[in-house]
Structure formats: structure tokens, C-alpha cells
């Protein structure tokens, strides 16, 4: 059974950085991706960013792309995002989440099981 833990929100400044954490637990580091997604307050829940294990490269949004970056540590068991340059926009709760289809870096939701319970990120102006 897979387990997914997020920890390391928090409120900050915008322009400051922050380092979201996911501890995996239960399921092998193979082909299937690893995401983090955001829902920010009143909107649905929109994707951030994926990888595979395998090295198959990643999957960044447009919105976050060149400020955010996905990464892992089997060693750890632990895929992070590196948050920089943050806005007032990028507050939203965020969560791991994990793929359920092989080499594909899926940007919707419904192709993700499991989910972590979420941490919340806060950047003030």
C-alpha cells in the first residue's frame, strides 16, 4: 500500500523559497510518476509538476516553469519541489500524488492515486 507524506509548507514573502517534501513509502521506484499538484482557495486542484523514477525526464507547468523544481532521492525515498521566486499567487495547499499509468507524466489529476493529506504554502505580498 502506498503512503504519501507532504511536509514543509509554511508562510512566507513574495520572492522568497521554499522546499515541499513527499515521503514515499510502499511502492517501488520504477516507471510510474511521481506529481505534485496545488488548490489554491475556491479553484480546483491544478497540476505543478511531475517525474518518473526512471529518469524519464519531467513535466513542468508553464506557470511555474523556470521558478519551480521537481526532483527525488530513492535513497530517501522522497521526491521534493524546490519553490523560488514565490508569489502571492502560488498560495494554494499542495499535494504529492501518485501515477497510476507507466512512463507517462500525466497532468490530470484522475490519473493519480494515491494522494498525501496536503501542506499548505502562503505567500504574502
Known amino acids: 500500500q502506498v503512503q504519501l507524506e507532504e511536509s514543509g509548507g509554511g ?3 513574495a520572492g522568497d523559497s521554499l522546499r515541499l517534501s513527499c515521503a514515499v513509502s510502499g511502492r ?3 516507471n510510474y510518476a511521481m506529481a505534485w499538484f496545488r488548490q489554491p482557495p475556491g ?3 491544478e497540476f505543478v ?3 518518473n523514477w526512471s529518469g524519464a525526464g519531467t513535466n513542468v507547468s508553464d506557470s511555474v516553469k523556470g ?3 521537481i526532483s527525488g532521492d530513492n535513497s530517501k525515498n522522497t521526491v521534493y519541489l524546490q519553490m523560488n ?3 502571492p499567487d502560488d498560495t494554494a495547499v499542495y499535494y504529492c500524488a501518485s501515477g497510476s499509468r507507466p512512463w507517462v507524466l500525466d497532468t490530470a489529476p484522475r490519473y493519480y492515486y494515491p494522494w498525501g493529506q496536503g501542506t499548505q504554502v502562503t505567500v504574502s505580498s
Do not use: E
Request: proline share 0%; charged share 30%.
Open 49 to 51: 509538476a511531475a517525474m
Open 67 to 69: 521558478r519551480f523544481t
Open 43 to 45: 479553484k480546483g486542484r
Open 28 to 30: 517501488t521506484f520504477d
Open 11 to 13: 508562510l512566507v514573502q
Open 85 to 87: 521566486s514565490l508569489k
